[in-house]
Nanobody, 127 residues
Framework: QVQLVETGGGLVQAGDSLRLSCAAS????????LGWFRQPPGKDREFVAA????????DYAESVEGRFHVSRDTARNTVFLQMNSLNAEDTAVYFC????????????????????WGQGTQVTVSS
């Protein structure tokens, strides 16, 4: 069983940066695809970014492309989401997730591909 814990959320101003971390425990996720999702207030959860098991391949939602950067530290069983140029539309609860069967790419964005989820961390961007 994999446990995921996100940290790094908070309240920031528009234009600021924030870095989220997600630490995995209970089982190595070295060969898992790791992803980030978010759920804005009153909306459904949506895909944000994903990274392959070896870090060579990444995928981003169009809304964050060029502003967010996903990376992973396999030795530390941790995935990161660097968020730059934040705006009010980025306000959401951010979740990390791990997929044992999915891959990185548009077809694998749906949350159904992910087996394990963190509890989420709130990111609020004031305009």
């Amino acid at each position: 069983q994999v446990q995921l814990v996100e940290t790094g959320g908070g309240l920031v101003q528009a234009g600021d940066s924030l870095r989220l971390s997600c630490a995995a425990s209970g089982h190595t996720v070295s060969y898992y695809v790791l992803g980030w999702f978010r759920q804005p207030p009153g909306k459904d959860r949506e895909f944000v970014a994903a990274i392959s098991w070896n870090g060579d391949t990444t995928d981003y939602a169009e809304s964050v492309e060029g502003r967010f950067h996903v990376s992973r530290d396999t030795a530390r069983n941790t995935v990161f989401l660097q968020m730059n140029s934040l705006n009010a539309e980025d306000t959401a609860v951010y979740f990390c997730a791990a997929s044992s069967t999915g891959r990185v790419g548009n077809y694998y964005r749906p949350s159904q591909w992910y087996d394990y989820w963190g509890q989420g961390t709130q990111v609020t961007v004031s305009s």
